[in-house]
């Protein structure tokens, strides 16, 4: 993948709204068919970098680059946007009085009919909007909008897709429905896309590449493997998931490691950690069991509810999996 020239690359882009600086020296670059996941926290610029990318906004500082080509400011321009790259904002622009079927074949309006409708046919059917394509957009439920405006997008064929939290906001049925549609547009379209967002989960399951945005900065760049397994900083390790900290005998330094690499043992031989079960939390697909050892914390899961609060327990783990930041 690395290979291939990007599709799209954001070169020391910057950006301020006042004083306050929002985005700071980004470098991303996004390959043929990739899905470049942004992951950071609410406020850390990712719809700013968004709509720059999208060619909403202009930065002040550094280029987009589209196939090689920097893009032209958008100020000044009747038309905002770009023909091969589609932003899908947080609130979709859908004609409301419009069917699901014509938002989609609006996009197709400039081809002949037979294409348009058999298109129109194929998008309803990679979204999963099959049952409301005669319903008017502004009856639809938000995953069923979210759908139609991809569908939409879809439609126009771009090279690049921008999607600003596309999980935020759905059910769980309405995830899943969308993770379908995520799945079948990764294997069916060349398309490259990049989404943002606050969720970790999202981030790890969609991306062949993560990168972390801190205060407008990307801290690092990895695969979702690289980057939940060695993050940089202490940061990244929280942001990505679960972590319990132990205090290092080296100085200052700590140690960190995640709770699927802990397990209970009976065997005094293999523990490496002792303490008193504090609390049980049930999450339908596994226990979360934490344990306490004066100020030292642990949790681990399991997928049997086999402890009891105020057992004392045994815990080991694989001496690889104690990582030092
Ligand atoms: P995110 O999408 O990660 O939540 P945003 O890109 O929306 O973050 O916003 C990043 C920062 O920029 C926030 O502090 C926000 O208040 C500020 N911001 C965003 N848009 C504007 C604007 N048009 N004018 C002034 N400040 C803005
Ligand atoms: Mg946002």
Known sequence: MKQARPTLRAQNISKSFGTNPVLTGIDIDLYPGEWLGILGESGSGKSTLLRILGRFLDAEQGDVIFKGNALKPVSGELMPGHDAIKLIHQEFELFPNQTVAENIAYSLRFYEEAYRTEKVAELLDMTALHYVSGQKAKLLSGGEKQRT?????????????????????????????????????????????????????????????????????????????????????????????????????????????????????????????????????????HWEIRCTKGKEQLSFYRNKPDLEIGQQVMLTYPAKDLKSI
């Open 149 to 285: 405006a991809i569908a939409k997008a879809l439609a126009e064929l771009p090279e690049v897709l921008l999607l600003d939290e596309p999980f935020a906001h759905l059910d769980n049925h309405n995830r899943r429905v969308l993770a379908d549609a995520i799945e079948k547009l990764r294997h069916q379209q060349k398309t490259g896309c990049i989404f943002v967002t606050h969720e970790a989960a999202d981030a790890l399951a969609w991306s062949d590449r993560i990168a972390v945005l801190r205060n407008g900065e990307i801290i690092q760049i990895g695969t979702p493997q690289e980057v939940y397994n060695n993050p940089i900083n202490s940061y990244v390790a929280e942001l990505t998931g679960d972590i319990n900290w132990l205090p290092g005998d080296k100085g200052s330094k700590q140690f960190y490691i995640r709770p699927e690499k802990i397990k209970p043992t009976k065997n005094p031989e293999k523990s490496k950690w002792q303490g008193k079960v504090e609390a049980i939390r049930f999450h339908g697909n």
